[in-house]
Every structure is written in C-alpha cells, then in structure tokens.
C-alpha cells in the first residue's frame, strides 16, 4: 500500500519501516537495516539514497545528551516583537540564527511571535550570553522564558506508524 506524501513522491511499507529503523539508530549498517525490514543491503541503500534525493532523509546527525555536555540548562522563550511591519521579523531570524544557543526557533500565532527552545551550562550564562544578547536585538520587546526543571519526553523520532493505513 502507498501512503501518498506529496505529489512527487510515494512512501511504500518498505520506506516506512526503513524510515522508523533509521530514526532509532541511524548507525546501523545496511546489512543490519536490511535484515530488519527484509530488504538486501544494495535495495537498503538505493531506498536510502532516493529519500535522500527527495529531501525525505535530510541528514544524519549524533544525538547528545545536552548535561553531559555541559549544557545542563535549558529553557523555553516566548519572544514577542515591537512590531510585525517592516523588516524586524526578518532581522531577528537573521539574526537568532547566529545564536547556537538557540536549538529551535518556531514563528509562531498567539501571544508571542516566536518560541525558542535554549541551552547553556548555567542560569547564569542563560541569563548573561543568550537572554541578554536576545533583548539588544532589535524589534524584540519583551522575552518571557520558563526553565525546564526535568525533561518527560523528548524525541526527534517522527510518528510514522499511521502512514501507509487509509
């Protein structure tokens, strides 16, 4: 059965269960994969390659455990501009992209313009290096930020169970 995700592009059972092994462990070699959704190794990377190709695998990273790193603070920002003409939009993507501190940053409806997902080694650096940097942009006219205490769920795992069922 194929699950129709845009008009360039089909997913069958077969992408779909590659697509779930590669979000648990993207290491695994192509022979391991291929063993796992009954697939050769060689049909394993073609399939990998052409979701490549499609923009579908975007890339292949390592994910870190931010306290082990030494980023053991983390916070939730809620953004709101001065205005929503001209240009000041623009120039804080442009700029909060310059921010590694800054994990995510979603333009967003409701009270606030943006919400930023942030990490860094203490409240302090939170507070000097990254909310302090965030307010001298310019536009920006209030920042209103919650510290994550403890973390309940956490993936970058997309739910790809539902896709290949009418």
Same mark, same amino acid.
């Given at each position: 059965?194929k699950?129709n995700?845009?008009?360039?592009?089909l997913?069958d059972?077969?992408?779909i269960?590659?697509?779930?092994?590669?979000q648990?462990?993207a290491?695994?070699?192509?022979q391991?994969?291929?063993?796992r959704?009954?697939l050769s &190794?060689?049909?394993v990377?073609?399939?990998?390659a052409?979701?490549?190709?499609?923009? /579908?695998? #975007?890339?292949?990273? *390592?994910? +870190?455990?931010p306290?082990?790193v030494?980023?053991g603070?983390?916070?939730?920002?809620y953004?709101?501009l001065?205005r929503h003409?001209?240009?000041e939009g623009v120039?804080f993507?442009?700029e909060i992209?310059?921010? &590694?501190?800054?994990?995510e940053c979603?333009?967003?409806?409701g009270?606030?313009d943006y /919400?930023? #997902?942030?990490?860094? *080694?203490? +409240?302090?650096?939170?507070?000097e290096?990254?909310?302090r940097?965030?307010?001298?942009?310019?536009g920006?006219?209030?920042?209103?930020?919650n510290?994550?205490?403890?973390s309940?769920?956490?993936?970058?795992?997309?739910p790809l169970?539902?896709?290949?069922?009418e």
């Amino acid at each position: 059965m194929k699950n129709n995700i845009n008009d360039d592009y089909l997913l069958d059972k077969f992408d779909i269960a590659l697509l779930t092994e590669l979000q648990q462990d993207a290491g695994s070699s192509h022979q391991q994969l291929g063993e796992r959704i009954h697939l050769s &190794p060689s049909q394993v990377s073609r399939r990998i390659a052409r979701l490549q190709a499609a923009g /579908i695998i #975007q890339r292949t990273v *390592a994910l +870190l455990d931010p306290a082990r790193v030494g980023l053991g603070v983390r916070a939730i920002s809620y953004v709101t501009l001065a205005r929503h003409g001209d240009d000041e939009g623009v120039a804080f993507e442009r700029e909060i992209a310059a921010f &590694p501190e800054v994990l995510e940053c979603f333009a967003v409806t409701g009270e606030s313009d943006y /919400i930023l #997902q942030i990490v860094a *080694a203490s +409240l302090g650096d939170l507070s000097e290096s990254v909310l302090r940097r965030l307010t001298r942009i310019k536009g920006v006219h209030s920042i209103r930020s919650n510290i994550v205490l403890q973390s309940i769920k956490s993936s970058t795992e997309l739910p790809l169970g539902q896709l290949g069922h009418e």
